[in-house]
């Protein structure tokens, strides 16, 4: 009986330290797909940026109440935006709080707050945005984002609006 207990104590802490691991690798591949859309956004490469959101009519995108559906939809918006501005005018993108939470082997979601300064002429606009990434064979892409910003007007932008 003792030893049964042994090994159910030493089969938990294994699966314990396995499961921990495999959600820190969760975390660094998903924490890549991230920096990815961040250096791209920055770089002014939305074509890029968009590259980590899955190429689908199912991916979702709530920015300030709008909502955008499909991938061709949400690039449009974004589109939309960049077309409002000059080149240099796009100012830099700083995530300031960042939590990854693996759902399973294939979820998982993230929640981060960011701020921007000199974005379309403003000092500072600010926000946080919640996602949901899903492993698509051998890549992470977002499926679903929901963003609030402080310059609401923005959700309007785009030809599809």
Known sequence: MKRLVVVIALFLTLTAVHSESHDDIIRSDV?????????????GDLLGAMGMYMNSPDVRLVRD???????????????GIFA????????????TEIVIEPMNANTATVFYRWETNGFMGH???????FLVVKR???????THASMSTSLPNLGKAGPNN
């Open 84 to 95: 409002l501005q000059d080149a240099d005018a796009h100012g830099v993108t700083n995530m």
């Open 123 to 129: 000092n500072e606009m600010h926000g946080a945005t």
């Open 65 to 79: 109440g709008e909502v955008y559906e499909g991938w061709r939809n949400i690039y449009d918006h974004y589109q």
């Open 136 to 142: 698509s064979g051998p890549y992470w892409r977002i």
């Open 31 to 43: 924490g890549a797909v991230i920096e990815k859309l961040l250096e791209r956004w920055n770089d």
